[in-house]
């Protein structure tokens, strides 16, 4: 059995964040496949009450610890190997102040957005996307505009604030309707950066779960 398992399935970008991250300080990890749109299996109640009590995917298992709220395990991954790790106290008080916003703001907006967009029966009403879109539009407005003055949120180095932030950014534009790289140049600059580092994969590279509807994978 692998060191790390984790909750995932490819279309979620919250479990994104945890799947890069085990996978940039190249952990041996395995992924427990959540079959989200068919069954269902986060509203049941056996999920609910042995695995994540919130319902919600990624959870990591880490021996006998069990974590979820991906800000809690990039927390945890980067406190146990110290990589992308804030270096002092202003650092990690800057990375927990991008990591909230992120979830809140950014991609607390574009997953149920895309959500709404491609997966939702029916589709989200269009004064409800209307709304979320000018949402997304502002949070990413910020976004850009911090990272034109840094190449990473909090300064020179990766840490888990950016790999927070990449959760729903490389999914296809298609899936959205509007080009975020297009429309936030320092946000595609920084996508790069993030891309190069050794050991990123693209979500439906490292989660199971495309074709939609299947457990396999796109390039494998
Ligand atoms: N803030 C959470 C968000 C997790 C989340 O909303 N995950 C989605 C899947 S992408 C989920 O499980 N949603 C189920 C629900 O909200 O009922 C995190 O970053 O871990």
Redesign the pocket.
């Known amino acids: 059995m692998s060191d790390y398992q984790l909750y995932c399935f490819a ?5 994104y ?1 945890a799947a890069l991250m085990l996978n940039l300080i190249g952990a041996d990890w395995e992924p427990v496949w959540i079959d ?1 749109f068919g069954a269902g299996v ?2 049941k109640p056996d999920y609910r009450e042995g695995v994540n009590e919130m ?4 959870v990591l298992v880490h021996g006998k610890k069990k974590l ?4 809690v395990i990039l927390t945890y991954l980067s406190d146990h190997t110290g990589k992308f790790k804030p270096q002092n106290e202003d650092e990690r008080l800057e990375a927990l102040r991008w990591i909230i916003f992120d ?1 809140q703001k950014v991609n ?1 907006f574009l ?1 149920p957005y895309r959500f709404l967009k491609n997966f939702a029966k029916p589709a989200g009403d269009p004064a409800v996307m209307a709304f979320m879109k000018a949402r997304i539009d502002g949070a990413l407005a910020i976004v850009n505009k911090r990272l034109e003055k840094t190449p990473f949120l909090v300064g020179e180095r990766p840490t888990i604030a950016d790999i927070s932030m990449c959760a729903y950014l490389y999914y296809p534009p298609e899936e959205y309707g509007f080009d975020i790289r297009k429309d936030h140049p320092a946000i595609a600059r920084f996508l790069d950066r993030m891309q190069a580092l050794p050991n990123w994969a693209h979500p439906y590279d490292l989660m199971p779960g495309y074709p939609f509807g299947t457990q396999g994978y796109r390039n494998r």
């Not at 279309?11 to 479990?15: H, M, T």
């Not at 979820?68 to 800000?71: A, D, L, Y």
Request: hydrophobic share 15%.
């Open positions: 279309q979620s970008g919250n479990a964040r989200f986060q509203r319902g919600e995917v990624p979820t709220q991906s800000g979830n607390g997953g």
